[in-house]
């Protein structure tokens, strides 16, 4: 798709325009998510509504507006005050519910298609720090973000992932998780193994 004009004709080789609604849900979107950035970088009590937010959006996200919202958050540049935010947090048992809503947000973003935007943010590098967390539910989605990012061709291709994954044990620690007796964390792990395997 490429943006149309007035006239909702659109520009480029054979791409089909945007529907006007569409657009103006893309505009929706992108302003959505430069508030979201903008109050992600303020801090304090901002900071946690726009991820809670953040995650909202994501988890809300259907069919048709997968694409709207997976292009507004790589033009805003949502992911790269995302990341660091999710750090200043910090992973402590006093943020941990918190920490896991903008997680979630942040996997679900690397398996609807963003994984590259979640990459090229910082995601893979938070995700393997968090491999090593003392709290199962923060386990949970750092293997499910490797997951997710190794499932991606372009993002497991990369030989800058395959250094990272192998620098930081990744293998060692998902197989580790993967003996929880959690069955969804099991299939989490053994997929993780699989992808990882591949790249």
Known sequence: YVMGDAEGEGEGEGDAAIPPEVEEGLREMLLLMDDLRAELNAGGDEQTQAIVDFAAVVEGISGDGEWVVMNAVEESALLVALVPAL?????????????????????NLAGFGAAHAVFTAGGLDLFLELLASPHPNVQFYAVAGIENLTANIDVASNPEVYAKLYDARAEQFIKLIGEAERPLVQSCAADALINLRKS
Do not use: N, P, W
């Open 87 to 107: 750090r200043r947090i910090g992973d402590t048992e006093a943020t941990e519910e918190l920490f896991c809503t903008g997680l979630s947000g942040l996997v």
